[in-house]
């Protein structure tokens, strides 16, 4: 069924979702509400959006107001599902290939807040590029890839990852790098959820594009060095190790952890859940962005769906790997040649905001109470706090000294927890610190921490993860192979009951 004629179940705004809402559209009651359609692109909003990074010489100065202006808008179009093969319907392309091409989201239609919250989930379904990259037709209609690669599929036989998209009479094409290629996740059963932390094998399919050579090297080369040179940093995979090293860097990272625009093959990110994300004052495992309304949502969608690529980091701009960007319009990097309209970003933003989490399956039993009792004496409550599980702090990562000026801008903890510095402090995301992360949600989220390096809560708080030659399930860099999970130490020498009681608690939330 194409998502354009039936908009997602109408679903209730959370309470402080809603509250956060009402601040920044200055209305006053629910039923009185008019879109307040913000402007992405201000000058001075943009000047401190983001915290500088590490080194705060490097960090973003983004294109100017006029250069955003003149980048084309990105149509969303009218969409539709793909199937496993197994599961297409007979006769189904052949059906979507007579279709006509539809723009499909128009804000004069849109009459109240829920016709802009369906609008934006056509957002958040929308590609911003097609038959490519990472996969295209070609594999989606290969039984073999999807059990190659372990490709989750829902109970319907639907790949939520990517949608066919006809922009042109009779030609289907697979549209994808849409925001729900990497923020969905098909749980265990089958049931897809979006905004939650995706779980798309992603890397090792972006592995499999270069070990087939899907592209000419300079081609993929300069896609990873798109993505992932710091050039003052000496970090250069556009440059340097050959091709089949960095497949294999690749290979090393596992569905939920990315190599997003800014990371490295060293430090990639763990890609968060988004449900509840209107609580949540930092954006990003360092705390890169602001959260200060629904504006910064906005900015921040723009910036992470290609307009960070065109920014200056110092002289390095990475859409070019120049000092300069390309001309609007001309970017050859998705995302770069075109942007969202303010309309769209701010659909998708009350959409994302309007998210709930799946039923939860574990209750508050007598085991839970227990571990809720483990989880207060053991003060976890210092940083993850009740209701949210989050102070919402910056945590200084090992080597970072702020500026003094740091400790009244942002909310800085006094208190550290030393886990690893690298996507902190190296990284083109790296403020030198890491955030606090909420704890809800996490029964259905993995792997946990900044990079995503284990898979289980039991894993997090067992001591052994320490060890020197400790392997951990989740992301470890290829070189070395074998890297401990340092850091975050709390929890780790309780008791074997109290630990089974904590982790129990901690799935209810
Ligand atoms: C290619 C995969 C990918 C795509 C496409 C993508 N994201 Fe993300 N997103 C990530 C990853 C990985 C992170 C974590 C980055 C970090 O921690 O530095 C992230 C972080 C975020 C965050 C920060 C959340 C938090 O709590 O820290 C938001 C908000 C977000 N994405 C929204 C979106 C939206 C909206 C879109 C579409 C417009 C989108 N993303 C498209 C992978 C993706
Ligand atoms: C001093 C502040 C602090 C204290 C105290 C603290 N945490 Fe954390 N916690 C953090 C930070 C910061 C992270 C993110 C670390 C990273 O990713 O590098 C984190 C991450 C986590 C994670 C992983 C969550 C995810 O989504 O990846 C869990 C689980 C967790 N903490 C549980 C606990 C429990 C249980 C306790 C008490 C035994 C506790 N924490 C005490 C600051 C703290």
């Not at 202006?69 to 093969?85: E, M, N």
């Not at 102070?391 to 208190?415: I, K, M, T, W």
Request: hydrophobic content about 35%; aromatic content about 10%.
């Amino acid at each position: 069924m194409p998502i354009a004629a039936s908009p997602s179940p109408r679903r209730p705004i959370a309470p402080r979702a809603l509250a956060l809402l009402l601040l920044t559209t200055s209305v006053g009651a629910q039923e009185t509400w008019t879109p307040n359609v913000p402007k992405t692109w201000d000058p001075t909003a943009l000047e401190d959006f983001e915290l500088p990074l590490a080194r705060p010489e490097f960090s973003p100065r983004h294109i100017d107001p006029d250069h955003y202006a003149a980048l084309p808008l990105r149509t969303v179009w009218r969409s539709y599902p793909v199937y496993h093969p197994d599961h297409e319907p007979e006769g189904y392309r052949d059906e979507l290939r007579s279709k006509d091409p539809e723009p499909a989201f128009e804000p004069s239609d849109l009459h109240d807040q829920q016709d802009w919250i369906a609008a934006g989930r056509l957002v958040f379904h929308a590609p911003i590029d097609f038959d490519g990259p990472i996969f295209g037709p070609e594999q989606v209609l290969d039984p073999a890839w999807y059990e190659q690669f372990e490709v989750p599929t829902t109970t319907e036989g639907i790949l939520p990852f990517a949608r066919w998209v006809i922009r042109e009479k009779g030609r289907l094409e697979l549209g994808n790098l849409s925001c729900a290629m990497c923020h969905t996740r098909v749980l265990d059963d089958g049931t897809p959820v979006e905004g939650a932390q995706g779980n798309l094998p992603f890397e090792q399919l972006f592995a499999a594009d270069i070990r087939r050579a899907a592209a000419p090297e300079p081609i993929l080369r300069r896609v990873l060095g798109t993505l992932a040179d710091v050039p003052w940093n000496d970090v250069q995979p556009s440059a340097k190790a050959p091709m089949t090293d960095l497949a294999r860097q690749l290979e090393a990272i596992p569905p939920g952890v990315q190599l997003r625009q800014g990371t490295t093959l060293q430090a990639p990110a763990r890609t968060p859940d988004l449900i509840g994300i209107a609580d949540r004052r930092y954006l990003d495992a360092t705390g890169f962005v602001r959260h200060r309304g629904i504006a910064d949502l906005m900015r921040y969608a723009a910036t992470n769906q290609g307009v960070d690529l065109l920014a200056r980091y110092g002289d390095h701009v990475p859409a070019t790997g120049t000092d300069q960007p390309p001309p609007p319009g001309e970017g050859w990097f998705t995302g770069t040649r075109d942007r969202y309209s303010d309309d769209q970003l701010y659909a998708l933003a009350l959409y994302i905001y309007s998210l709930t989490p799946p039923p939860n399956p574990h209750s508050l039993d007598d085991l839970a109470r227990r571990g809720e009792q483990v989880f207060e004496r053991e003060s976890c409550t210092d940083c993850h706090p009740a209701p949210l599980y989050t102070s919402n702090q910056l945590v200084r990562a090992p080597g970072f000294r702020p500026p003094a000026e740091h400790f009244e801008r942002y909310d800085v903890s006094r208190r550290r927890v030393d886990t690893d510095p690298e996507l902190a402090m190296s990284t083109r995301r790296g403020t030198g610190y890491y955030k606090v992360p909420s704890l809800r949600g996490l029964w259905y989220r993995s792997p946990l921490g900044h990079s995503g390096s284990v898979k289980t809560l039991e894993e997090w708080f067992d001591p052994r993860r320490t060890d020197d030659d400790y392997v951990p399930s989740g992301f470890v860099p290829a070189d070395p192979a074998r890297r401990p999970v340092r850091g975050h130490r709390f929890g780790l020498d309780l008791s074997s009951d109290d630990k089974r009681a904590l982790i129990a608690f901690l799935r209810t939330l």
